[in-house]
Structures are given as structure tokens and as C-alpha cells.
């Protein structure tokens, strides 16, 4: 496709934009400078500005004609606390944070997107640039929704993108059905009686139980899901005893991880199953246990028509470089909040090559500057197509 030349045009602004905003990166709900940026160049643009949804996030709203249908376009704005190792000119100037998730390049995209489509306004009805906070596990959209956002805002679609390294920057993904997995985290602790580790016989050890909790975890995914449902259970913490004291069985084991499913139902039963299996070892070492499961983001599964109207958009921009059976990952994000309250869509950007130092949460990642007229122009396409003037 021609890019339209305001967006080539914009161009060198954003990607100069891109890259302080990846040197300034903020965590989650610390996101004032970004969001400051963000509301002043929108404000500038002649946008409806809304602050403090969520504390630092920022709603622009554009609207033009009669048209009465209303889309909401989500960008995050949150770096990660880790620290770049990569040497560039615009390295993260914040010891222990950086964007290395390229959520700098999610900002940029949708405000190119909103300055020109605020100076071109071919299109009729309402468009709500949403800037989330927090997306890296902190709850942004969740705080977004539950702060009032779609009664603010009502949206009749939503649309999230996320940059992906091993696509080419001219190639997106758009895919119906589920894209990202529900992300819950679960903790189990065994109590049993500490003991000396010479003398087992006089305690309860929570260590062996652990052991066999530990073993038998895999077997819910291998024996209680459905084989044709994708499922996930990681122990991915383990806290006992003391590596100073190894000859003391210790009073408890506590052990935490991750569950990762793409419906309700599978969902449902691994936190069932895996409560089952640690009573279960409880019960066989005649030891306590506790149990939590928290329930924190929903699987995001594209909903067919807005699926649909973003394919469309992404192949005007990309042409035959749209692969639509693409891969769900086990990866989550909050997204799933927006698309819980409107038909919702999320969709890949190329990031170039998926090579050593090129994945997310990489500490020498980096959002590749090659992919903004894409995104800028995905952006547009989807709004213009959508709401067609
Ligand atoms: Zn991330
Ligand atoms: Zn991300």
C-alpha cells in the first residue's frame, strides 16, 4: 500500500518520539512523564483529553460526522523493572527499567495514528484512543474498567496490538479466536513439624510431601484436561529450610506458580485439580496444607466480525503479508479486560527477526523503529474502514 503521505510525513517526529520514550521508561501506574507526553500531544491535536482512569491513564477522543458507531484502540505505556544491557543512543536513562517489551512503540503507533486521523478526519463516528497503564502484571485495564471506563466511554469494538519479533515489520498477524491465555497464579504450603533431619520420625516433613506434589503437577495436564485443550501448570517458586542449616527439617514448604488456560473451563479445572492434588499429598503425609489460586487476567480469544473488520485493515496496509492462523501464545495481557466489556480483536505487528537479544523481556530488546508506518498505518486503515464516512 501508499502510505498516506501525512503519515510519511509524521514520521521522523515519531520515531524521535519512540526513542525518548524508551529512554524515559516508567513502571506500571508510575507512568507520568509518558502520560504527560501522551495527553499534551493529543491535547495539541485537537482531541477530547480524560485523565486519572486507572491513575495515569489518558482517553483522547476524536470524533467526526454523524456517525453514531464508537471503537476504542488500546496502547500501554509501561516499561519493566530490568535493566537494558544493549548499547544504543537512546539506552534507558532509568537504572533497573527499561522498555523491553516495545510498549514505547505501542504509545507512538496510536498517537500517529490519532494525530492524523485528527488532521485527515475521513471517517464518521467516534474513536477513544485508550493509553493503559500497568499492562505488565500490575492490573492496569482491569483499574481502567473498574474506574468507570466503558460507562465513560461506551466502545461497540476494541482493538489491541502488540509488536512481535519474528514477523517482518511489513507483516502483522491477525487471528480469530484465542490469541493470549488466561494468566492466574496459585500458592500452595505444606505444614508439617520441623524436625532434626536425623530424626525424621519425630516431625512431619513437608519437604518429601513437596517432592511428591511436584512430581505428580504435570499429570494435570497430561490426565485431567481434555488432549485437544491447551493447558499450563508451572511451579515456579520453592521456599524452605535454610542451605545453612542441613540438619533441620523444616516446619513448612511453600511453593507458588503460574496456570494458563484460553477457556473458562479449563480455567476452572486447574485450580480445582491442582487444590486436589496437594490435599490430596496432604492427606497421604498426614501434614496441613494451604491453598490460594488468584485469578488475575482472562484469556484474550478475538471475537470473529472485529477480527474480520482488523484483518481487512491490516491487509490494505500489508496485502498478502497477513497470516491469519497465527500461533496462540501462553503469554497473557490485560487487554482481555476491554475485550470482556466489547467485541474485541488483538492483533501482531512485525517486529523483524526473532533473534538472540530480540525477544520480549530481553534486556537488549528493543521496538523496531522499521515497523511504525505499518502500525501507524494498520491504525488508520482500521478506523477508516470501520467507520466509514
Ligand atoms: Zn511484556
Ligand atoms: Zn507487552
Excluded at 507512568?31 to 483522547?60: D, K, N, Q, W, Y
Excluded at 482481555?336 to 474485541?344: D, K, L, S
Excluded at 520480549?360 to 474502514?385: C, K, M, P, R, S
Aim: glycine share 12%.
Amino acid at each position: 500500500m501508499h502510505l498516506p503521505d501525512l503519515v510519511q510525513a509524521d514520521l521522523p517526529f515519531l520515531r524521535a518520539l519512540r526513542q525518548d520514550l524508551h529512554a524515559h521508561p516508567e513502571l506500571g501506574f508510575e507512568e507520568e512523564r509518558t502520560s504527560g507526553i501522551v495527553a499534551s500531544l493529543l491535547e495539541e491535536a485537537g482531541l477530547a483529553i480524560h485523565r486519572g482512569l486507572g491513575g495515569t491513564g489518558v482517553v483522547g477522543t476524536l470524533q467526526c460526522g454523524d456517525g453514531k458507531r464508537a471503537i476504542g484502540l488500546r496502547a500501554d505505556m509501561d516499561a519493566l523493572a530490568m535493566p537494558e544491557t544493549a548499547e544504543r543512543p537512546y539506552k534507558s536513562k532509568m537504572p533497573g527499567k527499561m522498555h523491553a517489551c516495545g510498549h514505547d512503540g505501542h504509545t507512538t503507533l496510536l498517537l500517529g495514528a490519532a494525530r492524523y486521523l485528527a488532521r485527515t478526519r475521513n471517517f464518521s463516528g467516534k474513536v477513544h484512543f485508550i493509553f493503559q497503564p500497568a499492562e505488565e502484571g500490575r492490573g492496569g485495564a482491569k483499574k481502567m474498567v473498574e474506574d468507570g471506563l466503558f460507562g465513560l466511554f461506551p466502545c461497540d469494538a476494541v482493538y489491541g496490538l502488540h509488536n512481535m519479533p519474528g514477523l517482518a515489520t511489513d507483516e502483522m498477524a491477525v487471528t480469530a479466536g484465542p490469541q493470549l491465555a488466561s494468566s492466574d497464579t496459585w500458592t500452595v504450603t505444606f505444614n508439617g513439624i520441623g524436625t532434626h533431619g536425623a530424626k525424621p520420625h519425630l516431625g512431619k516433613d513437608p519437604i518429601t510431601a513437596s517432592g511428591y506434589f511436584l512430581t505428580s503437577l504435570q499429570t494435570i495436564v497430561g490426565r485431567a484436561v481434555d488432549p485437544l485443550q491447551p493447558a499450563v501448570v508451572s511451579a515456579c517458586s520453592i521456599q524452605a529450610g535454610d542451605p545453612r542449616a542441613l540438619n533441620v527439617i523444616p516446619d513448612s514448604v511453600e511453593i507458588g506458580g503460574t496456570a494458563r488456560a484460553y477457556s473458562d473451563h479449563v480455567r476452572d479445572q486447574l485450580e480445582r485439580e491442582i487444590e486436589r492434588l496437594a490435599r490430596g499429598v496432604a492427606v497421604m503425609f498426614g501434614i496441613d496444607v494451604g491453598y490460594t489460586f488468584r485469578r488475575r487476567i482472562p484469556p484474550v480469544v478475538n471475537h470473529t466480525t472485529a477480527t474480520e473488520r482488523a484483518a481487512m485493515a491490516a491487509q490494505t496496509v500489508c496485502g498478502a503479508k497477513v497470516v491469519t492462523n497465527f500461533p496462540p501464545s501462553t503469554a497473557g495481557d490485560d487487554f482481555a479486560f476491554f475485550a470482556e466489556n466489547a467485541p474485541g480483536a488483538y492483533v501482531w505487528l512485525g517486529n523483524g527477526p526473532a533473534v538472540d537479544g530480540a525477544l520480549h523481556h530481553n534486556t537488549a530488546y528493543d521496538f523496531n523503529d522499521e515497523a511504525i508506518e505499518t502500525g501507524v498505518a494498520f491504525w488508520v486503515a482500521l478506523v477508516e474502514q470501520e467507520l466509514r464516512a
